[in-house]
């Protein structure tokens, strides 16, 4: 995303305003499940959600690089040019 400088603050605390506002909700609901639920209940179901998710971006990514092989390729950037500092790039 380009955000000009002067307006950076305001968007990092935006997003992050947001992401521990969803975090809140998150907890929230975890604890009424946990009620209704066993605790060992939650944690399962949390971890058939995360492997669900990981299989659609698996998938959905998979399918992507195989129209555009050239994302799959990794990029090469110039660390030399990063003013006088000694390449450091991996």
């Given at each position: 995303?380009?955000?000009?400088?002067?307006?950076?603050?305001?968007?990092?605390?935006?997003?992050?305003a947001i992401y521990n506002a969803v975090q809140g909700l998150g907890m929230a609901a975890a604890g009424l499940l946990d009620d209704a639920l066993s605790g060992?209940?939650?944690?399962?179901?949390r971890a058939v959600a995360l492997l669900a998710v990981g299989a659609?971006?698996?998938?959905?990514?998979?399918s992507v690089l195989q129209r555009n092989p050239a994302l799959g390729r990794r990029s090469t950037m110039d660390c030399g040019s990063i003013q006088g500092r000694q390449p450091s790039c991996v």
């Open positions: 995303m380009d955000v000009l400088d002067a307006d950076l603050g305001r968007a990092v605390g935006g997003y992050y060992v209940r939650v944690l399962h179901v659609v971006a698996y998938l959905g990514l998979r």
